[in-house]
Antibody
Framework: EVQLVESGGGLVQPGGSLRLSCAAS????????MDWVRQAPGKGLEWVGR??????????EYAASVKARFTISRDDSKNSLYLQMNSLNIEDTAVYYC???????????????WGTGTTVTVSS | DIQLTQSPSFLSASVGDRVTITCRASQGISSFLAWYQQKPGQAPKLLIYAASTLQSGVPSRFSGSGSGTEFTLTISSLQPEDFATYYCQHLKSYPFTFGPGTKVDIK
């Protein structure tokens, strides 16, 4: 069964850091681009960023709202995706989802498998 | 960045109704559009990609159409399990953005 499971969420003070993980199973993780998407309480979906595969030098893309503060990485040997979040502010409070990307081209950039999400709360 | 708007923001409908949701892009995005369904407390689920291609396993009552700047998601006969929030997402260029969502509620 194809599955994504996020972990690492919790309560953090403004200005703090947190690292989220996403454990993948049931598919060849190293063959896929992976995304992070977040959803603030009662709000819509916000695309956070993407990491490509090894053949693409693990290059990344980010939303403007998180660029320079968040870093996406992966460990293909552990079938794991990560989101390092620094300089957190209240607006970063959200459920964070990891998602599998279907293909390598933009037309194939949609997300076909999602995790259940992990909650990050930024508050003093 | 490309912005997406959705209309309506909220709609109330009955089981069996035909429902249409519109997504408009701030600039042409060809067919680089996906539709997702999200139920409360759950992760989003992919319904439609490339504007009109039905994801495997999604009931045929869902359909998508459009190209350029205007797109529609249609549910031909609303079922009880379809009451949810629907989001469009463009995939034309980074950063990808989602529409604000359309909540479909029971009349």
């Amino acid at each position: 069964e194809v599955q994504l499971v996020e972990s690492g969420g919790g309560l953090v003070q403004p200005g703090g850091s947190l690292r989220l993980s996403c454990a993948a199973s049931g598919f060849i993780f190293s063959d896929r681009y992976m995304d992070w998407v977040r959803q603030a309480p009662g709000k819509g979906l916000e695309w956070v960023g993407r990491i490509r595969k090894k053949v693409n030098s693990y290059s990344t893309e980010y939303a403007a709202s998180v660029k320079a503060r968040f870093t996406i990485s992966r460990d293909d040997s552990k079938n794991s995706l990560y989101l390092q979040m620094n300089s957190l502010n209240i607006e970063d409070t959200a459920v964070y989802y990891c998602a599998r990307v279907v293909g390598d081209t933009l037309l194939q950039s949609y997300m076909d498998v999602w995790g259940t999400g992990t909650t990050v709360t930024v508050s003093s | 960045d490309i912005q997406l708007t959705q209309s309506p923001s909220f709609l109330s409908a009955s089981v069996g109704d035909r429902v249409t949701i519109t997504c408009r892009a701030s600039q042409g995005i060809s067919s680089f559009l996906a539709w997702y369904q999200q139920k409360p407390g759950q992760a989003p689920k992919l319904l439609i990609y490339a504007a009109s291609t039905l994801q495997s396993g999604v009931p045929s009552r869902f359909s998508g159409s459009g190209s350029g700047t205007e797109f529609t998601l249609t549910i031909s006969s609303l079922q009880p399990e379809d009451f949810a929030t629907y989001y469009c997402q463009h995939l034309k260029s980074y950063p990808f953005t989602f529409g604000p969502g359309t909540k479909v509620d029971i009349k």
